[in-house]
């Protein structure tokens, strides 16, 4: 298996803006863009990130939590993606985004779709990503991983903070 973000032990973790995007298959065990050991403690928020996972092979899951969903004092506003048949898992599969709500007993403002990342290793998004302004501010971080200013408001969830193109019409 592997792992694009994983927490193995400790607690207290921020886990906030970042882009992750699994593409290349395994060839054994579980993959998850997002992974939660099992002796992780409590105190960790997770918020405005993609956790994408595109690979087309084996068991592979967007979000994956061996620890009960009290180790999460905040998650939420994530975009939770994967090609496979199941979203996540914690405690039992989780077949859909309205699961993993369920499960987690937060995500109220987390959607599951595909990022539109530019390509399979440039993490910026499309003109065209749904995602514009659908984070919430995070006090401190006021720039995205090319130094553009984030947005005081409706910040974009991800590394990436993006301005769609105008429309135009013909």
Same mark, same amino acid.
């Given at each position: ?19 992750? &995007? ?9 993959? *998850?863009?997002?992974?939660?050991? %099992? ?7 997770? &918020? ?11 068991? &592979? ?6 620890? /009960?969903?009290?180790?999460?004092? *905040? ?19 989780? *077949? ?7 499960? #987690? ?9 595909? /990022?539109?990342? #530019? ?17 919430? /501010? ?11 200013? &984030?947005?005081?408001?409706? %910040? ?7 301005? %769609? /193109? ?5």
């Amino acid at each position: 298996g592997g792992f694009g973000i994983a927490l193995d032990d400790g607690g207290g973790y921020n886990i906030y803006y970042n882009s992750v &995007r699994l593409s290349t298959n395994q060839n054994s065990g579980i993959s *998850a863009a997002f992974w939660v050991g %099992p002796v992780v403690g409590n105190g960790n928020n997770i &918020r405005n990130n993609i956790f994408s996972n595109q690979q087309s092979a084996n068991i &592979r899951y967007s979000f994956y939590s061996n620890s /009960p969903n009290t180790v999460f004092s *905040a998650i939420n506003y994530n975009d939770y993606f994967n090609l496979g048949a199941n979203l996540g898992f914690l405690g039992s599969t989780l *077949a859909n985004l309205a699961a993993l709500q369920a499960a #987690t007993g937060q995500d109220a403002n987390s959607f599951s779709t595909n /990022p539109g990342f #530019t390509s399979a290793t440039d993490l910026h998004l499309l003109g065209s990503s749904s995602l514009n302004a659908l984070g919430t /501010p995070i006090a401190g971080i006021t720039r995205d991983i090319d130094s553009d200013t &984030r947005d005081v408001s409706t %910040p974009d969830v991800g590394a990436d903070e993006f301005t %769609p /193109p105008n429309c135009t019409t013909n």
